[in-house]
C-alpha cells in the first residue's frame, strides 16, 4: 500500500484538485449577487439555469479525477482526493441538479417564496456534503457536516408563512444541533486517546495502544453512531424524518432522502474502515462488535421503516418511512466484513445508492406532480392517474416496482447485491430481515399502485411543466436500465475504485 501524494496550496497547479468545490462555492457567491439584480419572475428561472450548470461543470471536473492511479491530498491528510470521494460527488451533484431541473415551472410562489434562493442554496448544501466524503480529517469533516446542516436547515424552512414549515423546520435544527454535538462528542473521544485529528494517525495510535483504552473506543464510536444515524434517519433516530419531509418543499424532501443521506453514508463508511477496522483482539474484539452494532442498526430501520409505512397515507411521510427503510438496506454492506470470499462491499452499497436516487428522485417527482393537482398531499391523490395522464403512470409504476424490487429494475439488482454479500459473509439473520421486510414493503408500495388503476380520481387531465415530466421519465428509464444491464455500472465501478488507495489508507509520509 503506497502512502498518499501530498498536495500543496502553494503550487498553483494542485489547485485543479479542487476545481469541483471551488466552482459551487464561487457560483453561490455569484448567484446570491445575481437573485438582487434580477426581477423576480425571470430571475427564478435563470438562477435555476446556472445551478444546474454549476453543478453540472463540478461534475465534469469531478470525473476528469476519476480513476487516477494514485490518492492525493492538502495539508497531508486533510482534504482527499481519490475515487471513493469522487464517486460519492458525482451522486451529490447529478442529484441535486436532477431535484432543481424538476423544480424549474412546478413550484408555485406560496409554496416557496424565493425559488432563486432555494435554487443556489443547494450549491453549499452539496458543498457540505462533498468536503464530508473527502474527508480524511476530523476537523475538515466537522467543517463539511455543518455547512451541509445549517444549508439544509434553511431549505427546510423556505416556507416561512407556513406554520407547519416553521415547526419542522425548528424541530429539525433542534435535532439536527443535537446529532452533531453527539458526533462531535464522539470525536473528542478520539483525539483525547490519539492526540490526532488525522484519521490515518488515529488507526495507527489506536493498533498500537495495546487495548488501553477499550472502553473510550466504544463509548466514541457509540456516541458518533448515534449522531450520524440521525443524519441518515435510521431508527431508532429517526423521529424527525416524517415531520421534517412533509414540512419541508417537496424538492428539499428529495434532497434530504438523498444527497444528506448519501453523505451521512459517506462519513459512515470512512469512519468505520478507517478507524475501527481490525480493533481489539479474541479477548475483547472491539471490530466484531462494531459491526454487530451496525447490523442491529440496519434491522432496526428496516423493520421500523416498513412497518410505520404502512399506516401512513400521507405520501410524504410514507416516503420518509421508505428512506428510513432504505437506509437499513444501505447499512447491509457497511455491517459486513471483507473476506477472501467477499470483498465488493463498497461497490454494492454505491450500486444502490445510485439506483436509489433515480427511483426516490423520481417518487418524488411524481408526487409533486399529482399533490400539485389534486391539492392535497393525501395518496387518495392518485386515484385515477392512469385515465388522466397514462404515461405519467407507466413511469410512476416503473418507479415503484424499482423501490420495492421488483425483478428487472434497478431496486432488485441493488437489493440482491446486497443480499448475495450477506449470505456469502453467513450474516443469514439479516439477509432473513432484508428479505421478510421487502416483502412488507410491497403492501403500501402497491397501495399507491391501485389507487392509479383501480380508483376513480378527479376527471380533469393532468398538466406538468416540461422539466418535470422529463425529470419523471428520466429517472424511470434510468431505474428500468439499471436492472436490465447492471453490468456497466458495476465494472465502472470497480474499474476506478482501489481498496488500498481510495479507503484502507495509510497516513501520508
Known sequence: MQPLQNLSFTDL????YLLPELTLAAAFLLLIVVDLLLPSPRGRSVIGA??????????????????SDQAAAFIHNAYRIDD?????????LGSAALLIFMSLGSLKKEEVPNQGELYYLYLPAVLGAMVLASSGELITLFVGLELLSISSFILVGMRKNDSHSTEGAFKYVVLGGISSAFVLYGMSFLYGITGTTDIALMRESLLSSGGSFTALIYVSFFLMLTGIGFKIAAAPFHSWAADVYQAAPVPVAGFLSVVSKGAG?????RLVYNIFYGLGDEAVPIHNDIFLAVSVLSAAAMIVGNTMALRQRNVKRMLAFSGIANSGYLLVPLSLQFTAVHFDIFSEMIYYLIAYAFMNIGAFAVFLAVSRSAGHEEVSGFAGLYYRSPSTAVAAVLLVLSL????LTGGFIGKLYILLGTMESQVYWLGTVMLVTSVISYYYYFSVVRQMFMRQGIESSLTMALPLRIT???????????GILPGPVTRAIHSVFSLSYDLLYQAVS
Open 13 to 16: 497547479a494542485n489547485w485543479q
Open 50 to 67: 446556472l445551478s444546474i450548470g454549476a453543478l453540472a461543470l463540478a461534475a465534469f471536473f469531478t470525473a476528469q479525477q476519476l480513476g
Open 84 to 92: 471513493y470521494a469522487n464517486l460519492f460527488k458525482l451522486i451529490f
Open 265 to 269: 453514508f459517506a462519513l459512515l463508511f
Open 404 to 407: 420495492a424490487g421488483i425483478p
Open 472 to 482: 419523471i421519465w428520466l429517472c424511470a428509464a434510468a431505474s428500468v436500465a439499471l
